[in-house]
């Protein structure tokens, strides 16, 4: 651990791991071990999902009068960060699932939303979003001293004039709902474990995904509350049975507690601008160490309760409390291969076409399936269709839908009634689908990187196109095309203007590529063969 000025630990070490504890505001923190407290965390576990699920209950129903009855109406702002250049898509989806107005902030990738108590378990159940945090308080136009000393030393008054108090209080109630959320981690090592020992990524028996959902059913309740609200259930008799199967977890949990009354934390810089006099690191630290002996907490790199953010954006500073431990874009998932896409910017890429009830979406070179089960799951009216010409590509969809199959039977306690999606092996420049059949097309296209060659792609793109405007519907068809190879896309398109008009570009960034998603709109024009150009009698 490195130590910083006055011998304080350093705060700006990488590093996640989520501890069920009680924290509050400073008046709190010294009852935090007492295993009275926890009746408060299953209590206030128990309003929070039941709002959320019976939207016709305005308030949450309390049993005590005081601090409690203070949190109902209260109010907190929530950023969030998305895939960058999905910032409008998020908002959206922000404004349609929680009526809350949206800002979208100068810093790519992240988005500020109010809302109050009673929304915090939808906020979890986001399409597009990966992380979220509750904000302290936002400085628009933050004063920097000229000398590096002296900001360093306003980062260290800063701590304690902060209102900590309702964000804490967020934060409180937040980790009593995702109290869950380690057990995934633990459950997804497994599952990597076990495919290393049997040498192949790709195949997984299926007995052994049964047995691990069955041995991890509570886990699985949970976190499909959240990752498949397309699934529906009766969420009170889920959180009441969750509650009393967990009785030993948190007599065991609240012996931690008793052991520990300090809270750990650690503060993580997010820096963005040329003009500053000082570092991340920098800044973390100082800021880092002021929080602590503010709070008297302990300073954890990796074992900590609490993550404080520090978000500084050229004169923009966000003080933040983190509310998730890993991004929500792990779901769906659990069959990697080498270019898996995240499932929040496969929603965003969905939902830029505006898929309509019995539309046919096809992705044509599906890898993992990421794209038609997120399109499942979210959009089930629609039917689905994953297609690759890797049968190791078509293995890992088919076992990421098993997946999802096998938790909701778990669940449900009966078959399934399975979903709007189907997988298939096939060659993208002769798929096997009628002229027309297709409304939607959305895909991500090989790179040239990990996954085919820029030279191939010269001939691969102008091909795929051709194919995808024979069997999209003309006048009517949308396609979602990703690429990194911006260069031999525009030139494969611009043979194909009869067929393909571009509506919308959205820049992204994949692991650091600069790639872009492209909007385009079928024309029209019927479909010619280029065998029938050429005067020859099409065989079909």
């Known amino acids: 651990m490195t130590l910083g000025r006055e011998g304080r630990p350093s705060c700006g070490d990488p590093g996640r791991r989520r501890v069920v504890i009680q924290p509050d505001p400073r008046a709190y923190i010294q009852d935090l071990g007492s295993a009275a407290n926890?009746?408060?965390?299953?209590?206030?576990?128990?309003?929070?999902?039941?709002?959320?699920?019976?939207?016709?209950?305005?308030?949450?129903q309390v049993t005590e009068s005081g601090p409690r009855s203070e949190s109902e109406h209260l109010q907190v702002t929530i950023g969030a960060t998305v895939p960058t250049g999905f910032e409008q898509t998020a908002a959206d989806e922000v404004r349609e699932k929680l009526g809350s107005s949206c800002k979208i902030s100068k810093d790519r990738g992240k988005i500020y939303f109010d809302i109050s108590v009673e929304s915090l378990a939808q906020v979890h159940c986001l399409r597009s979003v990966d992380n979220l945090f509750v904000v302290v308080q936002?400085?628009?136009?933050?004063?920097?001293?000229?000398?590096?000393?002296?900001?360093?030393?306003?980062?260290?008054?800063?701590?304690?004039?902060?209102?900590w108090s309702d964000p804490l209080k967020i934060w409180k109630i937040n980790t009593c709902f995702k109290k869950k959320k380690t057990k995934r981690r633990k459950i997804s090592q497994n599952s990597n474990k076990e495919k290393i020992d049997n040498?192949?990524?790709?195949?997984?028996?299926?007995?052994?995904?049964?047995?691990?959902?069955?041995?991890?059913?509570?886990?699985?309740?949970?976190?499909?509350?959240?990752?498949?609200?397309?699934?529906?259930?009766?969420?009170?008799?889920?959180?009441?049975?969750?509650?009393?199967?967990?009785?030993?977890?948190?007599?065991e949990s609240s012996k931690r507690e008793a052991d520990s009354e300090v809270l750990k934390f650690r503060v993580t810089c997010n820096r963005a601008g040329e003009k500053h006099c000082f570092s991340s690191n920098e800044a973390a630290r100082d800021f880092g160490g002021a929080v602590q002996d503010y709070f008297k907490w302990k300073a954890d790199m990796t074992n900590f309760d609490v993550e404080v953010?520090?978000?500084i954006h050229d004169n923009e500073v966000i003080v933040g409390i983190a509310l998730t431990e890993e991004s929500l874009h792990r779901r769906n998932i659990t069959h990697f291969g080498p270019t898996t896409l995240r499932s929040t910017l496969a929603y965003g890429m969905l939902r830029l076409c505006a898929p309509q009830p019995t539309d046919v979406i096809v992705d044509p070179m599906c890898g993992t399936g990421?794209?038609?089960?997120?399109?499942?799951?979210?959009?089930?009216?629609?039917?689905?269709?994953?297609?690759?010409?890797?049968?190791?590509?078509?293995?890992?969809?088919?076992?990421?839908?098993?997946?999802?199959?096998?938790?909701?039977?778990?669940?449900?306690?009966?078959?399934?009634?399975?979903?709007?999606?189907?997988?298939?092996?096939?060659?993208?420049?002769?798929?096997p689908l009628r002229t027309g059949s297709v409304d939607i097309i959305v895909t991500d296209m090989p790179f040239g990187k990990r996954?085919?060659?820029?030279?191939?792609?010269?001939?691969?793109?102008?091909?795929?196109?051709?194919?995808?405007?024979?069997?999209?519907?003309?006048?009517?068809?949308?396609?979602?095309?990703?690429?990194?190879?911006?260069?031999?896309?525009?030139?494969?398109?611009?043979?194909?203007?009869?067929?393909?008009?571009?509506?919308?570009?959205?820049?992204?960034?994949?692991?650091?590529?600069?790639?872009?998603?492209?909007?385009?709109?079928?024309?029209?024009?019927?479909?010619?063969?280029?065998?029938?150009?050429?005067?020859?009698r099409s065989p079909w």
């Open 38 to 60: 926890m009746s408060d965390v299953q209590e206030a576990t128990n309003q929070l999902l039941d709002v959320n699920l019976h939207e016709n209950q305005r308030s949450i």
């Open 138 to 163: 936002e400085f628009k136009d933050y004063q920097f001293k000229e000398t590096k000393e002296e900001v360093l030393k306003d980062f260290e008054e800063l701590a304690g004039k902060l209102p």
């Open 199 to 251: 040498g192949r990524g790709d195949k997984t028996d299926e007995r052994d995904v049964k047995k691990e959902f069955t041995n991890n059913v509570l886990d699985s309740q949970i976190l499909d509350y959240y990752e498949n609200p397309a699934i529906k259930e009766e969420i009170s008799t889920l959180v009441s049975d969750d509650l009393t199967s967990c009785k030993d977890e948190t007599e």
């Open 309 to 311: 953010l520090l978000n």
């Open 370 to 431: 990421a794209i038609p089960i997120e399109g499942a799951t979210e959009w089930s009216n629609c039917y689905h269709i994953a297609g690759d010409n890797n049968p190791l590509a078509v293995n890992r969809a088919a076992n990421n839908i098993l997946s999802l199959l096998t938790k909701s039977q778990v669940k449900e306690g009966n078959l399934p009634w399975g979903l709007p999606v189907d997988t298939i092996q096939w060659d993208i420049c002769n798929l």
């Open 451 to 536: 996954m085919g060659s820029k030279k191939r792609n010269w001939n691969l793109y102008p091909a795929c196109l051709r194919e995808m405007s024979r069997v999209c519907r003309p006048g009517t068809g949308r396609a979602v095309l990703l690429t990194q190879d911006k260069k031999c896309f525009t030139k494969a398109l611009s043979g194909m203007g009869h067929l393909w008009r571009k509506v919308h570009t959205v820049w992204v960034n994949i692991g650091g590529l600069h790639a872009a998603v492209y909007l385009l709109k079928r024309t029209p024009q019927t479909f010619v063969h280029p065998s029938e150009q050429d005067g020859e």
